[in-house]
């Protein structure tokens, strides 16, 4: 598929959005199968938004804390990061990034899966500073 392209699909399946994790305000989504078939269109019919984000308050997060209903996204300015290691074998398990929002409110983003890749960024001399965009987050109140 092509940034900006339009396109026609078939053998897809609609599927109703997943009710545990809230990604979509649809009620339903679509689902690519080995048999879908995409095929572009050679004329354009205007120009659609790139990106849809969905940028929650500091009060909203708070309110979507600890429901699993709601996969908000949040930006802000990176303060600081920590990495956190296993004890015996010293791999990166998470890092922990403190982001200034907008509000000026500040939130501790823990990141697992991408944590490697948040280490080689923020690990790099004389870069910064830093606006670190999150999508998707579950937001969670500890302590």
């Known amino acids: ?11 897809f399946e609609v599927i109703r959005s997943n009710s545990r994790f809230k990604l979509t ?13 995409f095929d572009q269109l050679d004329e354009s019919f205007g120009n659609f938004p790139k990106e849809f984000f969905r940028f929650r308050t500091h009060e ?16 802000g300015q990176v303060c600081s990061t920590k990495a956190y290691r ?13 982001l200034s929002l907008e509000s000026g409110e500040k ?6 899966d991408h944590a490697t890749s948040l280490e080689k960024v923020f690990s790099q001399k004389d870069v910064g ?15």
Do not use: C, H, W
């Open 129 to 143: 500073p830093y606006i670190l965009l999150a999508t998707n987050i579950n937001p969670k109140l500890f302590g």
């Open 107 to 112: 939130v501790r983003l823990s990141a697992f």
């Open 1 to 11: 598929m092509r940034d900006g392209a339009i396109y026609i699909f078939s053998d």
């Open 86 to 98: 296993n004890g015996m074998t010293q791999t990166l398990e998470r890092m922990l990034v403190l």
């Open 25 to 37: 305000d649809s009620p339903f989504s679509i689902s690519f199968t080995s048999t879908t078939i």
């Open 60 to 75: 909203e997060l708070v309110s979507l804390a600890n429901t699993n209903t709601d996969l908000p996204d949040v930006m």
